[in-house]
Structure formats: C-alpha cells, structure tokens
C-alpha cells in the first residue's frame, strides 16, 4: 500500500502576476523550485489564503531571482496579484518511505524571498 503524503511547500507566497492568456500552469522562481524540490512538470495544489480557492495545476520554470510566482491560464482566475497562496507538492510512498521522509518546507517573505527552509516533522 501507498499513501499520498506531503513532499514540499512553498508557504505564503505572493502572487506576483496573473497571465490569462497563456495555456496553464503556476511560474515559480527557478531558486524556489530548487529550495522546495519541486520539478518542472510536476502538479502542485495551490491553496489562496485571500480566498479559499483550492486548485491543482503543474510547475513552470521562472528566472531565477525574479522571485515570480505566477498563475497562467485559467488558474489566473483563482487569484489575484498580490494573494498569498501555498503550493503544495504530495508523492506516493510506501509505509517504509513516510518513516524514512522529511518533507521540504520553503518559508518565503512578502517578495518571494527564501526567510527559512525546514526539513518537516
């Protein structure tokens, strides 16, 4: 068995822009995506602290050190310049995986600028 478990997360970062008019997606940093683990390609959940929404789309690579976080094609809709959201990642692991696993944890200030990483729990 295989339980979906917390793998990394950017907490509390600030959307820098919102582009409608491109296929989809969220444009992170490429320094976040290092911090964090995540890969390009991969679905992250993004969850709006303005407002609630919860949506699921896939990593984008930004420049590094534009500190961009932003939301393409329809999930431009899901927020606005300036929110705070957290982009979580999940993996699927076994029960011999979860105890050996410390989830990534990117702690990001009001620009997008690493103030702490953790290894989780």
């Known amino acids: 068995m295989t339980l979906d478990m917390l793998y990394s997360k950017i907490h509390r970062a600030t959307v820098s822009d919102a582009n409608l008019n491109y296929v989809g997606s969220i444009t992170i940093d490429k320094e976040l995506i290092k911090a964090s683990k995540l890969r390009v390609g991969q679905k992250v959940e993004i969850v709006n602290i303005n407002n609630g929404e919860r ?7 930004g420049k590094a050190g534009n500190r961009d976080i932003c939301l393409n094609g329809a ?13 979580i990642a999940y993996a699927s692991m076994s029960e011999e995986e979860i105890e050996k696993f410390k989830p990534t944890i990117v702690l990001v200030d009001d620009n ?8 989780y729990m």
């Open 55 to 61: 949506f699921t789309t896939y990593v984008i690579e």
């Open 75 to 87: 999930a431009a809709r899901k927020a606005h310049i300036g929110d705070k959201i957290i982009i």
């Open 112 to 119: 997008n600028d690493i103030a702490e990483i953790r290894d």
